[in-house]
């Protein structure tokens, strides 16, 4: 007959296997340990100890049925790991970055103080990346269980290798056309759309009207799509020391136009900063920041689009 902490063991076992399998299980585990323990009192130990020191050779009862079953104990197996690790890098790469940017832009548009808006893109970010993870995981993880597949989602070959320099080349790409796209589009809808109006009913523009008014809207639009026809040049091989040139001269104009417009203070409007009860000093961040942007902008230009014709 059994003792009780056996039967405790043989029952965790079972609750880890299928119920048609349970029955036969027990019967086999049971008299597997009473044999282990008759052993161990016959060369003269205690069967209390004896079976204990049979218990915890024997293990954790949920990782001895999952070897019965050969269940897998882990969420994301190792056949499924490279594809899980790709898909979470790519997303967050791409949806995390263009939260961080369009979130603040939003709050400070509809008269959110600057902290507010910093904190909701922060918060919002962390949520997006968290739950850009867990979902995949599940997704995943519920694929590999109710399919029973054991193999890569795809299968590997060589012809999957690429350089290092030319995959940071097209996830830089990647990022910077959904900034430039998240930028162009707001940029473009700001001058129409605004939580405040003037005693006319005209909204009440975020940039500067001067920008407009100067030409300058122009350049600011242009410079981003002309970066990202350069890094699609890049990618697709027709990368030169022209080309390379023709880069540095589009990121010198856009660097030297943001420098322009902070020197000037001609970035945001003074009437939707007093519209929207900002401190007098959001301007002055707002246009150091973008100084010190556009200077940094010019001294890596030259030395990042001209390494890139040398490795080729």
Known sequence: MTSNLTELYVT???????????ADLENELRASIADSIDDRVEAGEKRKAAEHAVLTELGDPMVLAAGYT?????????????????????????VVPIILVVIPIVWLARGEGVGDAIGAALWIGFETAVGIAFWITVALAIYER???RRKPVVMWSPDMLTDTSTETTRTGLIVGAGFAAVFIA??????FVSPYTDASGAPITFFDPWIVASGLVYVLVAVP???IVAGALQLSGRWNLGTAIGAIVVDVVGALTIIALGITGHVLNPAFIEAAGWPELVEPIVNYALIGL???TILTSAWENLKSVRHR
């Open 12 to 22: 965790a076992v079972g609750r880890g296997v299928p119920e048609k399998q349970r």
């Open 225 to 227: 799509v002309l970066q």
């Open 186 to 191: 707001l940029f473009i809808v700001s001058w």
């Open 70 to 94: 050969e269940r897998p104990l882990y969420l994301i197996g190792p056949a499924i790991y490279p594809a899980w690790r790709r898909l979470v890098v790519v997303l967050e790469v791409i």
């Open 294 to 296: 556009g200077a940094l």
């Open 146 to 148: 109710t399919t029973g």
